[in-house]
């Protein structure tokens, strides 16, 4: 027996899946620009946080009721702050407990205003955050490590180039080739000393950002947004590593 998504359910899904993905990139790169200790102000921000990202994304793709939206995302948090001052609740139950509350409250509104859509934003600020979606996710995935650089074990230098030996069979050479490459660059990072290894390992992705850049630049191989998030992802790591290094 087989199941099928109708038609009027998918575009629900997809926003609520794009709404998700904006919130936490927001709370990645807007949340840990302000810590408050008051539980009042960081149950704000983390609203804040989350439904600014939120509401450009809603207006890049033309959604409508985005004050709505974004209200189902603070509601949760003043209510719950009642039963914080009277006492009953701690502040992390307050924190938690926003999060919960939110996600249907925010799914009551995506369905009650299903039907009802904006005009896509010709702001050319909207516009521009929005066709670079890849590249805020990535900043958003690698943001802790720029306050803690990571590097990555040697077999990482392989899987990263896999993807695109995996994807480019149809031209298989020049992907071989480079994936030559990287075998001799990791078997190199093995035989030098740990200092001189992790400045091999910098080199092999901040060079793997070159690549997704000429993959992204020709459109091949891969989709374009894999390789935007690819590039920016490499480079991020190419560039903390280097700073501990040098």
Do not use: K
């Amino acid at each position: 027996m087989t199941t099928t998504v109708s038609p009027a359910v998918r575009p629900l899904v997809r926003h609520g899946v794009e709404m998700l993905v904006a919130m936490l990139v927001g709370m990645a790169l807007l949340g840990p620009l302000w810590t408050p200790e008051r539980v009042e102000l960081a149950a704000l921000w983390m609203a804040v946080s989350m439904s600014v990202p939120m509401a450009l994304w809603m207006r890049y793709r033309g959604h409508g009721r985005i004050v709505e939206m974004c209200a189902a995302m603070f509601v949760p948090y003043l209510v719950l702050l009642v039963p914080y001052w009277a006492g009953w609740v701690d502040g992390a139950m307050v924190e938690m407990g926003g999060h919960v509350l939110m996600l249907p409250a925010m799914a009551f509104v995506l369905i009650r205003y299903r039907d009802e859509h904006g005009t896509p934003s010709a702001n050319p600020v909207v516009r521009t955050l929005g066709d670079r979606w890849p590249a805020v996710i990535a900043l958003a995935v690698t943001f802790d490590f720029w306050q803690a650089p990571v590097v990555p074990p040697t077999w990482t230098l392989l899987l990263c180039q896999a993807v695109y030996l995996f994807c480019g069979w149809r031209a298989p050479r020049v992907q071989l080739f480079v994936f030559g490459l990287y075998v001799a660059l990791a078997a190199a990072v093995l035989f030098v000393s740990p200092h001189y290894g992790v400045g091999l390992i910098a080199l092999g992705w901040g060079a793997h950002a070159v690549w997704d850049l000429v993959h992204h630049v020709r459109n091949a191989v891969v989709p374009r947004w894999w390789s935007e998030f690819c590039g920016v992802f490499d480079l991020v790591i190419a560039v903390t590593i280097l700073l501990v290094w040098l």
